[in-house]
Every structure is written in C-alpha cells, then in structure tokens.
C-alpha cells in the first residue's frame, strides 16, 4: 500500500498546482474523498505554501532601480564575457611570440657561436642550414656497446634534443676547431672518432633517427681520362614493422662535369636513394676519400613500403554485472596487449523516480594493431555483448601522395639552397636566404607531420568500450534518526561492501548542531537487498520508509535474482541530542582545563584547595548551565 | 509630448511581446514599461535562489542588458516572460557554479552567516512584536530554502514564489515537464521536513 502512496503523493503535489490532466485530477479526487492521510498531506502542501509566503518579497528602493537601469542601459555588461575572448586571445598570441622569440634566441646564439658567415662557404658546413628541416628528436638511449663514450653520447643527446642546426657547432667545439672557416678537418675527425665508435648503428637501432651515410669517390678513368665520381649512400634505419635495423643503398657512377664535381656525384645518388624509399635530408660534400657525414632525420616516417597503410578501429558495448571492476579489468586487457588506456569516463544516469538506471563507462583504448583482435576476443568475455562493429580504412593513396608532395617540395628546395650557396655571407643575407628557404622547410615539415599522424592511427588501433550495468529493479527510501552520524555512516560503508554492494554517493555534514545529516545513496545486488535494508534498520529509529519497485511481481526473496537494487537513506541526529553533545564537550573541555590549572598549582597547598574550591563551584554551575540549556532546546523542539 | 504621453499610457495595457517589437522598432519606453514590469520579480526570484543582494542586482542588471544586446534575437513567438527568465536563470547558474569552486555553502558555516547579513529582512507594516517574530519566521524559511540542493530551489521558487506554471518552468530550467514535476514535489517534501515545526505552529 505504501508503494501506491509514494506515487499519489507526487500526483497531489501537482494537483495542488492544477497540473493534472482530467482524468488524473479525476482520479486523485476519487482518492482523496476516502483517504484522510492524503487528505493531510494536500492540507500539509496548503500550509506549506503559505509558510513560504511567510518570507516576503524584497521591494525596489528608487536607489536600487536607478542602479540597475543604468548599470544595464550604460552597457556595463558589454565587455565582459568579450573581455575574456580577447584575454585569451591576446594571451594565446603572447605567448606563442614569447615562444618563438625563445627559439629565434637559443638558435641565434647557434648561429653566432658557429659562425655563421663562415658556413655558408665552408662546404662541409652546409649540413647546418639543411637540417632545419628535421626536428630532431631525443636519443633516450643508444643500444650498443661500442659507444660508450659518455661525453659523445652526452652531446648527441643534447644536440638532437635541440635544432639539428646546432649539431655541426656542437661537434666543432667539441673537436676544439671553433673558426667555422676551415673545419674540413675537424669536423671530419669528430665524424671519424663518431663512425669509429660504431655511433651511427647505434642511433639507427636506436629507432630514434635514420642515419644516411654518403660519400663520393672520385675515380679516374684510364680509358675515357677523365675523373669518375662514384657516389654512393647508405641509409641505415629501424623498421618498426620488422622490429630489425635494416639498410638500404644506392651509387651512381659516372663523369658529371668537373665543375659539379664530388657534390653532384652524392646528390645522384641520394637522388636515387629517394627514388626507392624516403625523402631524405641533402648530403653532404664528404672530404676527399672519406666518409660522408651523418645526415640525422626524424623518424616518424616509416621506412619502407612493406607496411599495411590500413587503419583499424572497434566499437564494442558490453553490459556487465560490475561497471567498476569490468572498466578495471579493460585497462588490465590494453595494457597487456602493448597498448594504452587514452581516455575513461564515468556516468550514472537516474529515471524520474530517483532509481539508478544505469551505471555505465566509456573507454577508449588504443591496442597496438597486431593484437587488436585478441584484445577484442578478451573484452567481449567480460559480459554480455550488445554492440559491437569494426571499421577498416585504406590510407595508402593519402599516404603515397603524401610523400611524393614531401619529395616534390624537397626538390624545389635543393635547387633554391644551391642557388645561394655561393652568395655573399653577410648576416643579413644570410637571415634572407634563410627566410626564402623557410616556407619550404614548412612545407616539408607539415606533410611529415601528416605522415607521422597517420603512422600512429595505422599502427595502434582506436578502441571504444561501452561499459553499463543494467538498470536497478528496484528502489528504496530510509529516513533514519541515529546518535552519531560518523558511526553510522562508517556501519553503512560495511554493510554495503559486505553485500556485494556499493555507496554510489555520500557524504555528511556534522558541523554544527543545526545541520547534522547525512544522505547516503547505495547499490546492492538484488538477492541481498532484503537483507541490507533489514540491516540498516538497526542503525538507528526508522522515521521513514518507502518502496518503489519497477516490477510489483518482484519477489526479492527469489532465488535467481539478477541485478540490482538501489537504496537512499537520509541520516540525521536529531537537534537537540547534536547541541547536548557540542555543548556537552564544550563542558568538558573547560573542566579539564580547570583540572589541569588545578594541579599546576599543587606547590602552594592552600592556594591549591582554594582553586579547586573554585574549580567545583564552576563545574558545578557550568553543569547547571549546561542541563539548562539542553532542557531548553529539548523543549523548543517539542 | 502630448502624442508620446498617449502612447506611454497605452504601454500599460500592452502584451509584452508588442512591447519588444515595439522596443526592436526603436521606443525606448517600451523597454523602461518591461523593466517596470518585471524588475520586481526578476530582483526577487534571483534574490532567493542567490541569497544576496548584490549578486541578485548583477543577475537583473545583467537580464536586462541582454535584452537590449539580444533583442534581434528574440523570437515573438515566444513568450517573453519565460525568455527573460531564462537568461536570468543562466546568470544565476554561471553563479552558483562559480561559487561553488570558491565556497562550498553546506560546509562553511562562516560563508552561510555571512549571506545572511546581506540580506535584508524588509519592513512590514505590523505591530513590533509581529514584526520580530516575522522576521524571525522569514529567516527560518530562507535557511529553509537556502538548504535544498539548487535544482529543487529554484524549481520551488519559481513554482511557489514566481507563481509560474510547469510549462514555463519546464521551458526556463530546459527540461521535460515530468522532470519539473518530480523537482517540485521533492522539494517541497524536503522543505516540509526542515519546516515541520514552523508549520506546527500555524494553525
């Protein structure tokens, strides 16, 4: 009968607003004639309203109004939320100035420190202007035995961990040649010393860089009598799809002219190179007979053809008995699969009636590619699968196209750079070349940049899990006056846990005596709910409580009860038992103190007794007070 | 003048949308006899849901300032009443919501002491010893309705102080009337607990 109750109610509430369709205003007119209780209860909401009245209306003072018109009608409100577009704005191109303004400094003081003017003559120092193209990323760690020397590694790290523009000045320093005029030699021994150590296999099975190893040979030719240049490149690379370094070459062989010389030789080859695989920073005019210097190249492109350019991602909802435990085990599944929990979200969704209806969350996990299916094989088994789809998309057109733009540009770019080479080297021509080169030093930057986006989606798949529990069966309310709210909300946090259950939310004020309450709302399985609700019931006196089942057929003492129920209890101490104990403890606190001034004054016997003489006239009047009081806000509570 | 005063006159009888058109067209006095009407009422519903004065001044300053900067967008098809209480409602949540970052008003009984003194229980004309004990009936009923939790305050407010239908509450607050209904009834049953005692004594 109850359970009618609690919805007639809802129903008289809204009739006393005239809110009802007819025949729901019919039918609670019905009631109403038979029923006292609901009788009250409208006569109660009467009361109510007028009570409320009982706070009347603020009136206008003419100062008031005259304020607020001509706050509004001079536009004090204009600039606001305006201000704050423009804030962010304002700050967002702040510090992005700042910032650039940084890198200018640091890389110009590169620039100073090397040299500039020298470079752009120096041959063997072009490799600074032609890495501004690569950002070069940081070697955590370089895998191989025979580069072990920590300064090399310190300064390789530090280097690549700025422009690669810097690395050439690094390495001069280094090297102790700081004239940036004629480093052929020094920069070839720090390249030697460099290559000596095995230092390039160590960066390219590192995985963090490809190293292009070129030189050009110039041979003579007995027969035609001319000099030959055989030049030849090396990239040495790390596969990700392999998971191997692995290498690829090219050479050319043949008379280019004289005047070209060595440099044309490599950059044949190199064009070559291209051809086969990827774009590739310019080389570099080796010295004569010698190694060809270390062009250093962000690896986020991947290295060769061999790899799927397919993007895989999954959808899955699954409807489990535990979102909680089910969302734990999810992230356990990415995690064992070499992938990553990337976002996670919690939401619980209430009907009208106040019963949880859902408990649900969202992942997305991305599981590297090759374990896609075994992580979806494991994550469908956590529950019941209600949904579940899995998209495939080809990328290796935009991809392909991608690359030759990158070659395309890289192209144009070439030719401009040799176009400068041999200008004149004031700091300011210097500044200008670099601003032509600029744009497609961009534009190189930005396809790579796309490439490396699309290598990510290709090679970790995106995974959205739907996570939910089904909808509570059933509600219930508690109204509960206790003793003592921390108590009561710790037996209620045990009793939950030892029926399988769960607080959803809680929480308690006990600050003062006027406000000291708690409301408390939990979910339990449904074969434990008679149990808890039986439990809770001992915590205190029960002042209230109601049932709202969705299915009146339920039998919570069925045995094969799936679900849940959902339980709200309101926890409160009544008025006056929360200011007898505040008050009670305010008493006490003081006749400690005067116990303790008491014994502090033991030395002198008869002022001793005196005090303490005192001190049981106090107590005893505060204990007067103190009944006094409770007495009173007993009675006002009556 | 003489022709301005007709037409002033003519304002009071007017609905509110002609108002508004009448205000989009250029009269200005169309806009002052739409803040004679509603200053009161928006000052009062803010003043409720907010707790003080100043705040509440912002929220009416700042309704009808969006009134002027929006008019264009207004639609005359809807009611103006349920426009211009739902902007008002938007700045009172921007508020509340902005508060409750700073001071959580459950748990601070500092901040709670503090909103009371800047309300100010107004004057009624009854004899003092009425008088004391209204006010003291006012401040229980405030502490009241300052306890329920937001949404069922302003669902109760507009319900029983702004005399508003569910309709125009349901279009104020953007949700289903089913949902209007289930805030009112609730929060009319926590203010019937917290008030109990003051209703005993109504008889």
């Known amino acids: 009968m109850m359970f009618i109750h609690f919805r007639i109610k809802r129903l008289i509430s809204a009739y006393m607003d005239n809110e009802l369709s007819p025949r729901e205003r019919e039918f609670v007119e019905k009631h109403l004639q038979t029923c006292e209780s609901c009788k009250k209860y409208l006569g109660d909401l009467g009361k109510l309203s007028s009570v409320l009245k009982q706070w009347p209306e603020q009136e206008l003072t003419p100062d008031l109004e005259q304020k607020i018109r001509t706050d509004f009608l001079g536009e004090k409100y204009k600039g606001v939320s305006k201000m704050n577009k423009k804030t962010l704005i304002g700050v967002g191109i702040g510090s992005g100035a700042l910032a650039t303004i940084i890198i200018f400094v640091l890389v110009g003081q590169v620039f100073v420190k090397a040299g500039f003017q020298g470079r752009l003559k120096d041959s063997s120092d072009r490799m600074g202007e032609e890495f501004s193209l690569s950002a070069a990323k940081k070697v955590t760690s370089v895998p191989n035995s025979d580069f072990n020397n920590q300064e090399y590694r310190a300064d390789l790290e530090r280097t690549l961990s700025n422009n690669v523009k810097a690395l050439s000045a690094l390495w001069e320093a280094h090297v102790g040649n700081s004239t940036g005029m004629s480093s052929d030699a020094g920069f070839s021994e720090g390249m030697k010393s460099f290559f000596a150590r095995g230092g390039h296999n160590a960066l390219a099975a590192s995985g963090k860089a490809n190293v292009i190893v070129g030189s050009a040979k110039p041979i003579y030719d007995q027969q035609y009598g001319k000099t030959m240049y055989h030049g030849d490149h090396e990239e040495k690379f790390f596969n990700h799809a392999s998971g191997t370094a692995s290498s690829v070459e090219a050479e050319t062989l043949g008379w280019i002219g004289e005047s070209a010389g060595k440099a044309s030789a490599m950059q044949l080859s190199q064009r070559m190179l291209a051809d086969k695989i990827v774009p590739m920073a310019v080389a570099e005019q080796a010295a004569e007979g010698e190694t060809g210097p270390i062009i250093i190249q962000d690896i986020t492109l991947p290295a060769t053809g061999q790899e799927e350019y397919v993007i895989r991602n999954a959808n899955v909802s699954v409807e489990v008995p535990d979102v909680q435990s089910a969302y734990g085990e999810t992230a356990k599944i990415s995690k064992a699969k070499g992938g990553y929990l990337a976002q996670a979200n919690f939401r619980e969704e209430k009907t009208d009636e106040g019963l949880t209806a859902k408990i649900a969350a969202k992942l997305i996990l991305r599981i590297p590619k090759n374990k896609l299916e075994e992580a979806l094989e494991e994550i469908k088994k956590l529950g019941s699968v209600k949904g579940f789809d899995l998209q495939s998309s080809d990328v290796s057109k935009e991809y392909k196209n991608l690359l030759s733009e990158f070659n395309l540009t890289k192209v144009v770019y070439d030719k401009l750079r040799k176009k400068y080479e041999n200008k004149s080297n004031s700091v300011d021509e210097a500044i200008r070349v670099e601003n032509e080169l600029t744009p497609y030093e961009r534009r190189m930057e930005m396809f790579k940049a796309r490439m490396a986006e699309l290598d990510n989606l290709i090679s970790m798949s995106t995974v959205t899990v739907d996570l939910f529990a089904p909808a509570a069966k059933y509600g219930a309310y508690l109204k509960i006056e206790i003793d003592d709210l921390q108590k009561a909300y710790d037996t209620v946090a045990g009793l939950a846990k030892e029926k399988s259950g769960r607080i959803i939310s809680g929480g308690f004020n006990q600050e003062s005596a006027s406000s000291n309450y708690a409301q408390v709302a939990l979910r339990v399985p449904l074969n434990k709910a008679e149990e808890a609700i039986a439990a809770l019931k001992k915590i205190g006196s029960v002042k209230g409580f109601s049932v709202d089942s969705k299915d009146p057929a339920l039998d919570l003492a069925g045995k094969n009860l799936t679900g849940s129920a959902s339980i709200s209890l309101d926890l409160y101490v009544p008025e006056w038992k929360a200011l007898w104990r505040e008050n009670l403890h305010k008493a006490r606190e003081r006749m400690i103190e005067m116990f303790a001034n008491m014994l502090g004054s033991a030395v002198n016997a008869i002022p001793a007794i005196i005090l303490s003489g005192i001190g049981l006239v106090v107590f005893v009047v505060l204990l007067i007070v103190v009944i006094a009081v409770v007495r009173k806000t007993g009675k006002k509570n009556e | ?203």
């Open chain 2, 1 to 203: 003048m003489e022709e301005r005063n007709r037409e002033n006159s003519n304002n009071m009888t007017k609905p509110d949308e002609e108002l508004m058109t009448d205000y989009r067209m250029g009269n200005i006095d169309a806009l002052e006899e739409l803040f004679q009407r509603y200053k009161k009422r928006l000052l009062n519903y803010a003043l409720r849901l907010l707790g003080n004065l100043a705040d509440a001044e912002d929220v009416v300053g700042e309704a009808f300032y969006a009134v002027t900067a929006q008019k264009d967008k207004y639609e005359v098809r809807a009611k103006f009443s349920t426009w211009l209480y739902t902007i008002a409602h938007n700045s009172c949540v921007d508020r509340i919501r902005k508060r409750r970052k700073i001071v959580f008003l459950w748990f601070k009984k500092e901040a709670e002491d503090s909103e009371y003194e800047e309300l100010e229980i107004p004057d009624t004309k009854y004899s003092p010893d009425a008088e004391a004990q209204d006010n003291e009936r006012a401040a229980i009923v405030k502490k009241a309705i300052e306890k329920l939790p937001y949404e069922y305050r302003e669902a109760v407010i507009l319900r029983e102080y702004q005399q508003l239908n569910y309709e125009e509450i349901a279009g104020i607050l953007n949700c289903s009337l089913a949902k209007v209904k289930v805030l009112i009834f609730r929060g009319r049953e926590k203010l019937r607990k917290e008030l109990m005692l003051v209703m005993g004594e109504l008889r």
